[in-house]
């Protein structure tokens, strides 16, 4: 256990709505890196270590359903959270099935995001990412 | 028209005969007289009598000969053509203008019939397909032109959800330390209540757009439409009854039972707001089977055993020409606020992604039923009797080649996924 801020990386293209993630996220106490598309986020990821990842799906330069697909296979793995304007019953599924930790459809209540990912890292024995 | 089924399976199709050979017509007119399904025919022999009529309306379907005195070869047709474009017309030429007659055909023509080479049985037949097939191009239009704005509609609502909560999250954090009182904090709120709603209404066409189809599963329809009416009776005041009819319990469809829900519930809401003197809203279910005949006027139906869920009500009824606009996106008849026009344009749509059909049945003044028609079988086998259906169906109603061959391509394009 450490007592460092949570480490978060927001992935949207959308610059107000990655800002706006961001700003809810950082107000819990997270600490929060944006990229603008997956292929960005992959390469952050492999400069540093997150606690979770909020992802957009329709996304250019790598959709986040690959994003995702690809952080499910790691063995120490983030959280992985999906942030969608698509309502596709049975994508959600697909997501869930695999593994990732929610979904939530826009427009998204960023104040129970944020809650959310707090309650479950918080329950976490071991942290992914090591103490500073 | 897309679904109204005004036309009744034994009254009479209206021909107007444009003729100016008066032994030709009459012998028209006696050869089809011996055709089960009766013929009301109209005779004129010239193409400005023809035009006054067809601008009458009430027509079935023209008989055409293209040289009349006062207009020859393909213009007769075009002129026909122009004068009403969703008025079948069938072609008649003699033995030496099959070429003429082909081209007719080619510029929209139903068919065309040589002269004195075909019996009675033939040309009524000619008669009758031109009228299905024209309806049947006609749902085929209406289902094309759905499948366009839902598309349009999910590449639009997926860029409005970002701009909602864009606008949403921002206008939450401009409330945060206003004091409740304040009027620049009322004014968010109601601003916010507007975000609300356009999510709502973005939810709706997404629902109406959704691309992947239905998560069908075995559902029992006598659960299905006990839980509607669970649901449906509280939004009935005093002033309005709901009957059910439900099949036995071990009656099941492979179907998603959410979207089935969502039909009924959108149909029982429009029943009730088609009364509002109040009246009976009925829910009604059970087992039918479709014959060659009785699925020849539905668009991607094949002939087999359905399970058929039917809404009425004792309300107003729908005028014949908003009957033909109905199943269209945004077209309502509520006030601005009470409909969204997308409710049964929604009915439609799952109806259709299940193999299935929806029918309306109005009469004004004595009520509308709404009924969906779903395949039993899984849906394996359902693309495959589609397929066959689609090719057997046009195939045998067809007497020109030219004309068989790209309604059912058409036809296969459609299938249901």
């Not at chain 2, 022999?45 to 079935?60: M, V």
């Not at chain 2, 023209?62 to 040289?67: A, K, M, Q, R, T």
């Not at chain 2, 207009?71 to 017309?89: M, W």
């Not at chain 2, 085929?140 to 701009?163: D, I, P, W, Y």
Request: proline fraction near 5%; charged fraction near 25%; hydrophobic fraction near 45%.
């Amino acid at each position: 256990m450490n007592d460092s801020p949570f480490q978060v990386l927001v992935v949207d293209d959308e610059a107000a709505v990655r800002e706006l993630t961001i700003r809810a996220l950082d107000r819990a106490g997270f600490e929060c890196s944006p990229a603008i598309n997956g292929e960005q986020a992959l390469k952050m990821l492999e400069m540093k270590d997150y606690d979770a990842v909020v992802t957009d799906l329709r996304m250019p330069n790598l959709h986040g359903h690959a994003l995702a697909v690809d952080l499910l296979a790691r063995e120490n793995r983030p959280l992985i959270y999906v942030v969608t304007g698509i309502v596709q019953p049975k994508l959600a599924k697909d997501l869930l099935s695999r593994g990732v930790d929610d979904i939530f459809f826009k427009p998204v209540d960023h104040a129970m995001l944020a809650v959310k990912i707090a309650a479950r890292l918080e329950s976490q024995p071991n942290r992914l990412v090591a103490a500073k | 028209m897309p679904a109204a089924s005004n036309t009744l399976e034994n009254s009479p199709i209206r021909i107007l005969l444009i003729e100016d050979d008066a032994a030709q017509a009459r012998l028209i007119e006696h050869l089809i007289s011996r055709s089960p399904r009766p013929f009301e025919v109209e005779w004129v022999d010239s193409l400005s009598l023809a035009l006054e009529r067809i601008a009458d309306g009430g027509l079935d379907v023209v008989v055409v000969d293209l040289g009349l005195p006062d207009s020859q070869g393909i213009e007769t047709f075009d002129a026909v053509r122009a004068a009403d474009a969703f008025l079948p017309a069938v072609v008649m030429t003699g033995t030496d203008c099959e070429d003429l007659a082909t081209e007719a055909v080619r510029r929209g023509a139903q068919d065309y019939i040589v002269k004195g080479h075909h019996s009675g049985a033939t040309i009524a037949r000619a008669l009758r397909y031109a009228v299905e097939r024209q309806r049947l191009e006609e749902q085929l239009r209406q289902s094309q032109k759905m499948e366009a704005v839902g598309a349009l509609a999910g590449g639009v609502a997926h860029e409005f959800n970002n701009l909602l909560q864009a606008i949403i999250g921002y206008t939450r954090y401009a409330m945060e330390g206003l004091p409740v009182h304040d009027v620049r904090h009322r004014d968010l709120t109601k601003a916010l209540d507007a975000a609300d709603r356009a999510a709502g209404l973005t939810r709706q066409l997404l629902n109406f757009s959704r691309h992947d189809g239905p998560m069908k599963r075995e559902t029992s329809v006598a659960k299905l439409v006990r839980d509607v009416a669970d649901l449906v009776a509280p939004l009935l005041g005093d002033l309005w009854r709901l009957e059910i009819e439900l099949p036995s319990d071990g009656v099941t469809l492979n179907a998603d039972a959410g979207m089935l829900q969502q039909s009924l519930m959108n149909l029982c809401i429009n029943a009730r707001d088609a009364m509002p003197d109040g009246g009976t809203v009925t829910i009604e279910s059970r087992e039918v089977t479709l014959t060659v005949l009785g699925c020849s006027k539905m668009v991607g139906v094949t002939p087999g055993e359905y399970v058929v869920l039917s809404v009425g009500d004792t309300g107003c009824g729908i005028p014949a020409e908003l009957q033909e606009r109905i199943l269209e996106p945004f077209v309502t008849t509520k006030e601005p606020g009470k409909g969204t026009g997308l409710g049964l344009a929604l009915v439609y749509s799952i109806a259709t992604q299940h193999g299935g059909h929806l029918q309306i049945d109005s009469v004004e003044g004595v009520g509308s039923t709404f009924t969906i028609y779903l395949p039993k079988c899984d849906q394996a086998t359902t693309e495959n009797e589609n397929a066959n259906g689609a090719n057997e169906l046009p195939v045998d109603a067809m007497l020109t080649v030219e004309a068989s061959a790209s309604l059912a391509d058409q036809l296969l394009l459609t299938q249901p996924q």
